[in-house]
């Protein structure tokens, strides 16, 4: 069966951190190229971070470069999604995305104190 499974959201504190994990089976997850996009309430999904196959190349949108990143495990099948300095806009469901067919379920993030 062909699936992505997140998990990590939760609630951190302004200036926190969280880890997204996306776990992929049934395929191969480094062989496709992954995006992670976000949705808050009441505005449209956007992409935030992409990386190419083998996360050899990696695009950060502007308002998270230099706090999120991207990495794999492929021992894992995983994509993991960094997430620093964590602000109160951040706060969305974020969802990951394989060789733009495969989505995840979606996890949580709120950013709150």
């Known amino acids: 069966q062909v699936q992505l499974v997140e998990s990590g959201g939760g609630l951190v504190q302004p200036g926190g951190s969280l880890r997204l994990s996306c776990a992929a089976s049934?395929?191969?997850?480094?062989?496709?190229?992954i995006d992670w996009f976000r949705q808050a309430p009441g505005k449209q999904r956007e992409l935030v971070a992409s990386a190419s196959s083998s996360t050899s190349n990696t695009y950060y949108t502007d308002s998270v470069k230099g706090r999120f990143t991207i990495s794999s495990d492929n021992d894992k099948n995983t994509v993991y999604l960094q997430m620093n300095n964590l602000k109160p806009e951040d706060t969305a469901v974020y969802y990951c995305?394989?060789?733009?067919?495969?989505w995840g379920q979606g996890t949580q993030v709120t950013v709150s104190s």
């Open positions: 049934g395929f191969t997850l480094n062989y496709y190229a």
């Open positions: 995305n394989a060789g733009g067919v495969w």
